[in-house]
């Protein structure tokens, strides 16, 4: 079946660090792919996305690729600020017609000044 | 810019309550879901609908009901509410086809029950 396997946090950066949040999927054929991101009392948003194999998604200094070689869809920023303090949710749409996602279980990210 | 709305952000219920989650959004969008979100699992989908008057099931629908009452209002009912259905539970709407692969969620409903 599909899942969506993503490490377990939090994670706990300094400001300017690099980020890498680890995402493997496992789904038939060839799903989109999502990162989404919960800010503290909020619902989900939509950070980034890609649809095929090699694509790169990126958003706010945000980037992932989608991997087909590794079923992998590893979120990365090259340097972190406070504001990314956030869940971060890796997630495949498996859907047809609509958009039904299977998600992550999520890594809290928090950022230190 | 509304969105997705829920109500109520809060809830607490005793054993065999029953509620409805309220969810409306003002986008237009066909398709419309409900999820629920646990510690250490994710979301996780309860119920969705396609288009107005139609409804499916999701990985989780046992114990909860659902009614697309229009195309804007997607509820969420608990007949007799158990401990294990202590969750934030997210609404979500979406437009059709690749284009549109992006899902609007709302705030949250957090209950908990008793």
């Known amino acids: 079946g599909n899942s969506v396997t993503q490490m377990e946090g939090p994670v706990t950066l300094s400001e300017e660090a690099f980020l890498t949040i680890n995402c493997t999927y496992t789904a038939t054929g060839y799903p989109s792919l999502f990162w989404y991101v919960q800010y503290p009392g909020e619902g989900l948003q939509l950070l980034l996305k890609a649809t095929k194999a090699d694509d790169k998604g990126s958003n706010k200094g945000f980037e992932a690729t989608y991997r087909k070689e590794t079923t992998s869809f590893h979120l990365e920023k090259g340097s972190v600020q406070v504001s990314d303090s956030a869940v971060y949710f890796c997630a495949l749409r498996y859907g047809g017609a609509t958009n039904k996602l299977i998600f992550g279980t999520g890594t809290l990210l928090a950022v230190q000044p | 810019n509304a969105g997705v709305t829920q109500t109520p952000k809060f809830q607490v219920l005793k054993t065999g309550q029953s509620m409805t989650l309220q969810c409306a959004q003002d986008?237009?969008?066909?398709?419309m879901y409900w999820y629920r979100q646990d510690p250490g699992m994710g979301l996780r989908l309860i119920y969705y609908s396609a288009s107005e008057g139609t409804t499916d099931k999701g990985e989780v629908p046992n114990g909860y009901n659902v009614s697309r009452l229009n195309k804007r209002e997607f509820s969420l009912r608990l007949e007799s509410a158990a401990p294990s259905q202590t969750s934030v539970y997210f609404c979500a709407s979406s437009d059709e086809g690749l284009a549109n692969e992006k899902l609007f969620f709302g705030s949250g409903t957090q209950l908990s029950v008793l």
């Open positions: 986008m237009n969008h066909n398709s």
